[in-house]
């Protein structure tokens, strides 16, 4: 029996020129930290980037009514 409901959303690509490391960022914990470390613009350069909606069990009608509306603010297609 599924825990709940989720759809996902695309929204743009990483971009290496927008997305850079931040000089002056204070990581919030040791996790923060070396997930900061190991971030590369280069490596992740037209990556896709995407929303995830997350609802309830039985929330299904719900969700996907939140990511078609989430895409269609972004200029996705959105197909019947």
């Known amino acids: 029996m ?12 990483a971009d290496k020129n927008i997305d ?5 960022y ?6 923060d930290r070396i997930v900061q470390e ?6 992740y350069h037209g990556a896709p980037i995407a929303v995830q909606i997350v609802g309830r ?5 719900r969700v996907m ?5 989430i895409g269609r ?3 996705n297609e959105i197909t019947p």
């Open 2 to 13: 599924p825990s709940g409901t989720n759809s996902s959303t695309m929204v743009t690509f």
């Open 20 to 24: 850079k490391n931040k000089e002056d």
């Open 26 to 31: 204070k990581p919030l914990n040791d996790m």
């Open 38 to 43: 190991e971030y590369d613009p280069e490596a």
């Open 57 to 61: 069990r039985l929330m299904e009608e």
């Open 65 to 69: 009514a939140i990511a078609e509306e």
């Open 73 to 75: 603010l972004l200029g």
